[in-house]
């Protein structure tokens, strides 16, 4: 069985930091894309970030680029996300999710983010 566990949001003023981790288990961590999304009240799920491990493909949504930075530790089938100088309008529900090239096949059950101005 494929699961995604998503922890490290919480509550941080604009300009701060965050580190997401999703801990994936029930397949073979190189054969899938990871990927980051967010769905903010109110609006459409949108891709953040995702990264193929077997051949270290990155790609950013335009609205977190130089700001977030996704990541893996393979031996420990962990995805993170950092994210720096957050704004007021990162606040959502982060979502991990796993599928072929980035393709969002598995979902977990996401982490609050909230930025205060």
């Known amino acids: 069985e494929v699961q995604l566990v998503e922890s490290g949001g919480g509550l941080v003023q604009a300009g701060g930091s965050l580190r997401l981790s999703c801990v994936a288990s029930?397949?073979?961590?190189?054969?899938?894309?990871i990927g980051w999304f967010r769905q903010a009240p109110g609006k459409e799920r949108e891709g953040v970030a995702c990264l193929i491990n077997y051949d270290g493909f990155t790609h950013y949504a335009d609205s977190v680029k130089g700001r977030f930075t996704i990541s893996s530790d393979n031996p420990k089938n962990t995805v993170y996300l950092q994210m720096n100088s957050l704004k007021p309008e990162d606040t959502a529900v982060y979502y991990c999710a796993a599928g072929p090239e980035c393709a969002p096949h598995y979902w977990g059950h996401g982490a609050q983010v909230t930025v205060s101005s």
């Open positions: 029930g397949f073979t961590f190189d054969d899938y894309g």
